[in-house]
Structures are given as C-alpha cells and as structure tokens.
C-alpha cells in the first residue's frame, strides 16, 4: 500500500466533517450529464457543507455497447467530467485533496463479469490520482482505499463473475501502514477517526438476499461478498478502523459489530452501504451523508431520490454515540499515555486562607502497570503563580516510591520522576503522594493579574488525568472566608481545546456543600491526559472582596498615591518627613530591650513597600538607608515572591529566617534581592491595611539585618516579642505615617486589639 499523504484542507463548519458517500455511477459513453438525476444530485450535496466526496466503484457500468476502446474512455471521461466540473467545482470540493474513487467490479470487468486489461489501465490513467489513501490532519480523519476486484490477469479469459476480494499483500501492507503511523506520528494517529472505502461488501445485506437467482448466478448473494470478508473484518479490526464504506449491491444498508481484540475487550466496526446514484434494482437512487463530530460521534444519514429531489430516506442513525466514542477515545488515549491502571483516585486539596497555597494529598487505589512494569512516571506541574514545594510518598511495606525534580526550584512549570522501586507490576498496590503547590490560587481578579499578569475575571482548580482510572474524585475544601458562590465545569482535551459533550457528561458529578466550605467533582473513567477543571468568578478586587465603601477605597487609594510620591522627593515635599519618622521607628525598635543585638551592632534597615497598580507589585517608596539604590529603586515585588510580596499576599505578618540551623515555614518564598542588594539573616514584613483593621491592602513594612547577631533573631522563638513588633508597626503607620501624608485613619489606636 506504501505511504499515505497527508492533507489540510480547511474545514467547511467548526463542529463537523461531513463526507458525501456516492457509490455505483454506472456511467456509459453516452451518459447525459443533464439528464435530472445527475442534476438532482448536484442539488442536493449543494445544501451542505461539504468536506469530502467518497466514491466507491463502478464508476462506469463496463456495458457491451462500451466494449471498444474508444468507448471505454469516453465513458471514464463522462464519469470524470462529472465529478470534477459537475460536483466538486460547484460544492468547493478540491479534487486533488478531497475527491476519492476506488474501483468497482464493472471498472475492470465487461458487464463487471469478465476481466478486461484496457479498461483496468484506463480506470487508473484517468481515477489514479484519486485512489489513494490519505490523512486529513485538520479534518481528524484517515481514509483507507482498498481494491477488492479478485482478478486472474493469467486466464486469457478470466470470468469472475461479481466476485470481489482483497489480496491478502494489500492488507499487510495496510498493517504495516497503520502501525509506521502509530509510531510515527502517535498523536495524529490517535486523534484520527478512521475509515476504510472498499467496493464489495464484507457484511451480508438482509433484504437482498430474497432476489432471485438469474441463469448465471451473479446475482446470488454469495457471489456478491468478499471472498475473504472474514481476513478482511479481522485485520480492519486488529488496525483499529472505525467504519467501512462499500458499494456493489445498490442497496444502502448499516450494521456494526464488535469484535474481541488482543488487549482485552471489543472493538466495534461499522458497515456502511451506499445504494446506487445511477442504477437501480429494487431501491431508489441513493447516497449517504456521513457526519463526523469532533467528539468522535459519528451520524449516517440516507438520502433517496423521489421524484425530481433527494429526500430523507429513512430516520438518521447514530453510529457512534458520545458514549460510545468515548469508550473508544479512552482505549486509545491510555493505550497512548497511561502507564498504570488504577481502582480509583481520589484528590484531597485544601486552600490556605491568605496565601491561596494548595495543599494536597492523593490517594491511587490499587494501581498497576497498564502494560510493561513501570519504573518511573514523568509529570510535569504547572501554575501561572505558584511554585512547589517537595513531594512525599506513602506506600506498602516492600514498596519504595521517591519523587525526584528534573526542574531547578521555584519555577512555575517544573518537571519531576515518581520512581517505582521495585518497579510496579501486575500486582495491584494503594499510595499516597503529598505535596504543596504555593501561590496556587487567588481571591480577586486584581491579585491574579498582579500574580500572573493575566487577566482573568476566573479561577480554577485543575485535575488532569493521566492514566487509566475506572473513577476519579477531587475533593477541595476553601477558606472559611473565601468560598464561591457557584462553581461551574470546563473539560479540555489533549490539545487544549474545549470539549463540551465531556462537560455535558462529567456535570452531573460536580457537588458544592457550602456549610462544609468544599467542593467535589467524580467522573467515571475520565479520559487520560484531559483536563478538568472546577472553575468559579473572582471578584475585581479586594474592595469588592471585602465590600469596602467608596470612601474607605477613595481613602485607600489616595494614601497609596501619596505614598508612590515618596518615591520622588523632588516632588514630594513630605519625602522628608516620612524618613525622619521611618528613622525614629527605627530608633524606637532598637531601644527596645527585647530586640537589643548581643554584639551591639544590629545593622537594622527598615523600608516601606507599597503597592503599585502599574507596576503589578510592591515598590519601595522609602527606606532608612537614604537615597534608594538604583537596584532598590527598580525592583518590583510580585505578590506572594520574597518575604516582603508573601506577607503582603496572605494579609499577615511573615518571619524569614536565614541562619544556619534555624529554618521557619516561609523559606520556600525567599529569592533574595536583586543583584548588588545585601542578603539578609533576618526579615520580619508586617502588611498595611486601610482601613486598618481589615481592609484594602496598602503597604508592607519590612523590618530586615544582615547581622547575624540582630535582635530580631529572637522572633522566631519568642511569639510575644513577634506580636509586640507587629504591634509596634501598625501603631507607628496610623499615628504617624498616616497623618504625615494627610491621610488620617480614623482610628482611635490604643483601643485597637491586633
């Protein structure tokens, strides 16, 4: 069979392929192209869009009154005519990529009974170029031709009669075509529907086998199927072939069977029929329009000529449902992706107040190798804000199972290994993975766009199945103060793209219980390397987050606006003041016994960062280190990146430690400064609100040494002295920052409980 093309023709509708099944023309030299049933049928395909025009045989009708060369030629040449100027120019069908014709019995054979050499060579001198199998990569269909006309080319006169059958070479051929795909080119193989065009019949037709039997029996149905049918259904179905289309008998007619494959189960293959569009027996003309939905489904519908139109012939027919596509879909997307085999997953996520880190904890229930023993599994992880924290296994005794990074930290797409030792078998086991992506989620499109700078009025959580599940089940449990409204559903295949029949079916399967702040989502057998995503709305911003009024953001807004001005004093004549009181806060702070540094050297900086809206970030407005470094100046702190943007982010004061032999929870979010900044041992970032108890976040107050001496040392053991700084902090930004910018909080202080 050799190797198969592959074309790109755009399709004619978004949602479908639709392919226009002809078969039996019977052309003969004098044929009138005119005449209403070929106009008739020009019509009719004319009200679709069509994508594909399938012929399948007897093309001409090989009469005796063609018998000579001449006559033979002219009547191909009627037929090419035909299809080229009279159905393809007009239907916008490119004959050269979307026209196809397989031979019949009355293609090669006088009266389709005895083998005639000319009219073999003519049929391919003049149809050659559309006989041809090809791949249709935008389309998502494979077409496969087949000659199924038996010939015995060395018997002068070799009479077969209506005999048909494939040689047992075209179908290894055929194999070996199908899996150099496979290997090849897996994901275009694997996302082909798959359709063979053959001219004799490798299933029986029910109501034709009542006709009579004439003095020869070439009417007989036993003398109308392929002689090898049986090799012919078996090998379509060992290359996963999803319909068959044939002529020959001018009867239309359907059947589907499943047959047993090597791997376990069934694979089901469709039968399609066309009738006649230029010969009658007992059936009107007819054809076939095929739609193929990017689902997989695929629909038949019959087309009958009554009187001067083609009319419904009978109700369409679902040959493939969504169910059943789906089935298929699965088989070969695990067969393509999967590794193991499993009972059940099950995902536990939990959603950190403030932080929006997402701590999970998976469960695979007796899980095995789906084909060879699985010594490791690669997984990429991905999230447009977060990074992640180590991964954990909990597995049988006798069973290892490590995790190991391939990606540097603190990267937004990082690749891992789950190693197997030893490797996973047959043998069914139940493990446990735990692990922290942080920076997962966001409460307002505002900390989102800030975080990710991509603007989305949604958020998400997101599963992708990556093996052979029979169940899956995500179980996310949200702050008590940050649950959605509503949660909808949004399926994506493996390329991205939205598959909404899957939404459709998985729907039923999303649950939110709003007392217990949780949310689950259970899909049988979901298809691998699919996404599933829970998604909900974001409110704009954290003023409409925590419903602030207009004039409490207006306030807000103008503090941090006066605030950005510090950033240029030339501008700002209250640049001055605001570091005299950053200098006397530090003053303070270093008077205290609490804080008070062993070698009498703390190296204590303080510096205000505030938030940016342009920037998407913290900027540093004043420091009391003086002018700010030109780093210093430039640098923008994402919400949620260093010490400084994580505090700002959960809405809570954040201790960093960096000394050897103290560690605390916050290490994962350190990145240090730009370059030419100091390192630091020590930073505590205290959050700025306005209005000051629980409101729009405004600022971050960054306490910070590089002394590894420096009293703030003592916080990360003393919970006390931690409070009474932050305490100290927010003290000094109401009764001091604040009026000096003009912008008062309204607050009577020493009544305030931190």
Known sequence: ?????????????????????????????????????????????????????????????????????????????????????????????????????????????????????????????????????????ELGIALFVFDSNAIDRSVKLAINFATGLVKEEALIDHAALAADIGKNQPELWRSLTRVVLVHHHPMPIAPTEHRAKQLLPIGATELMLLKNAGLFMEQMVKTKMDLVLHGHRHYPAYSRAGFPVAEGGEHPLAVI?????????????????????????????????????????????????????????????????????????????????????????????????????????????????????????????????????????????????????????????????????????????????????????EEHVTMQSRHAYDEFLVQVRFPAVAFPSGFRLQVTDENDRRDYKEEELARPGLTQFAALRTVLLRVAHPLPRYHYRIVWDLPKDDREELNLSALEAGMAANLIKALLELREPAKSAKADAVRESLLSLKTE???????????????????????????????????????????????????????????????????????????????????????????????????????????????????????????????HEDTAATLALKDQAVVWYAKKLSPTLGVPQGLDIPDWEG
């Open 589 to 715: 702070v270093l008077s205290a016994e609490t804080y008070a540094s062993p070698a009498g050297d703390d190296q204590l900086e303080i510096a205000l960062f505030v938030y940016d809206q342009g920037a998407h970030g913290l900027v540093c407005a004043v420091s009391t280190r003086g002018p700010l470094p030109e780093g210093l100046a430039k640098w923008v702190i994402k919400p949620g990146r260093t010490v400084a943007g994580q505090a700002f982010r959960r809405r809570a004061p954040l201790l960093f430690v960096n000394v050897p032999g103290i560690r605390c929870e916050e290490l994962p979010y350190y990145e240090g400064e730009p370059e030419g900044l100091r390192g630091h041992t020590v930073i505590f970032a205290v959050p700025l609100f306005y209005p000051i108890r629980q409101g729009r976040k405004i600022a971050v107050l960054s306490l910070q040494s590089t002394s590894t001496t420096s009293g703030l040392l003592c916080l």
């Open 1 to 137: 069979m050799g190797s198969v093309a592959i074309f790109e023709p755009k399709r004619k509708s978004e949602d479908k392929v639709v392919i226009a099944h002809i078969s039996d023309l019977h052309f003969t030299a004098s044929t009138n192209r005119q005449d209403r049933v070929w106009r008739a049928l020009v019509e009719d395909l004319n009200q679709i869009p069509l994508d594909l025009l399938a012929v399948t045989g007897d093309v001409i009708d090989g009469s005796v009154a063609d018998r000579g060369k001449d006559d033979v030629e002219k009547a191909f040449s009627n037929a090419k005519s035909y299809l080229l100027d009279d159905l393809c120019k007009p239907l916008g069908v490119d004959p050269l990529t979307s026209l196809l014709v397989i031979p019949g019995n009355h293609d090669f054979r006088l009266e389709g009974l005895v083998w005639k050499e000319p009219q073999y060579r003519e049929f391919y001198r003049q149809f050659g170029t559309y006989f041809t199998s090809r791949i249709y990569s």
């Open 273 to 457: 029929a066309a009738g006649s569009v230029g010969k009658t027996d007992d059936h009107p003309f007819s054809y076939n329009r095929i739609t193929i939905f990017p689902t997989g489904e695929v629909n038949l519908e019959r087309r009958d000529l009554k009187a001067a139109t083609y009319e419904p012939g009978a109700p369409a027919v679902s040959i493939r449902s969504y169910g059943e596509a789906r089935r298929i879909r699965f088989s070969r997307l695990a067969a393509a992706f999967g590794k193991i085999q499993a009972k059940k997953y099950v995902r536990f996520e939990t959603i950190k107040e403030g932080s929006g880190d997402s701590v999970i904890e998976e469960v695979v229930y007796e899980a095995r190798a789906l084909g060879h023993d699985v010594f490791s599994i690669d997984r990429i992880l991905t999230s447009a804000s977060g990074f992640f924290g180590p991964w954990t296994y909990e597995a049988p005794e006798g069973q290892k199972i490590d995790w190991k990074w391939l990606d540097p930290p603190i990267k937004s797409t990082r690749k891992g290994l789950t190693l197997f030792d030893p490797p996973l078998g047959r043998d069914p086991i139940t493990f446990t993975r735990r692990g922290t992506t942080f920076n997962a989620i966001h409460f307002n499109q505002r900390d989102r766009l800030d975080a990710t700078d991509q603007q989305s009025a």
